[in-house]
């Protein structure tokens, strides 16, 4: 078995971050949907703008939403753009298929989906 990439949302841009909040990252349902992200989930999250990189675990969002919550919100800044990913485990045989990579335009709305992975 082999810890592979499943799914990347790419680019999108932080649209908050809530120290408050208990954690997470807040995500648009939509793009949950077509990353195949399960609420709760967890996701690896990197920082185009300054190089951070965390993990926390997703939950649904509003239309357009990035927002990271609690301590992952002192490590972006809203406006960031952000790379979304997620992974999971494959036998020998399922390894050639490729990832689904989401990339989204500024208002994080989805504009096209790549790749080959079954989700």
């Not at 909040?21 to 300054?50: F, H, K, P, T």
Request: with cysteine.
């Amino acid at each position: 078995m082999r810890l592979m990439l499943k799914s990347k949302i790419h680019r999108a841009t932080v649209t908050g971050a809530s120290i408050d909040y208990e954690g997470s990252i807040s995500i648009d349902s939509r793009l949950m949907a077509a990353a195949d992200i399960c609420e709760y989930e967890q996701v690896q999250v990197l920082d185009l703008d300054n190089g951070a990189r965390l993990t926390t675990y997703a939950i649904a969002g509003a239309a357009g939403e990035i927002c990271l919550n609690g301590a992952a919100a002192r490590l972006v800044t809203v406006g960031d753009r952000v790379i979304i990913l997620t992974y999971h485990w494959l036998d020998e045989a399922e390894c050639g298929s490729l990832p689904v990579i989401i990339h989204v335009d500024e208002k994080n709305a989805p504009v096209a989906r790549t790749g080959t992975a079954a989700v």
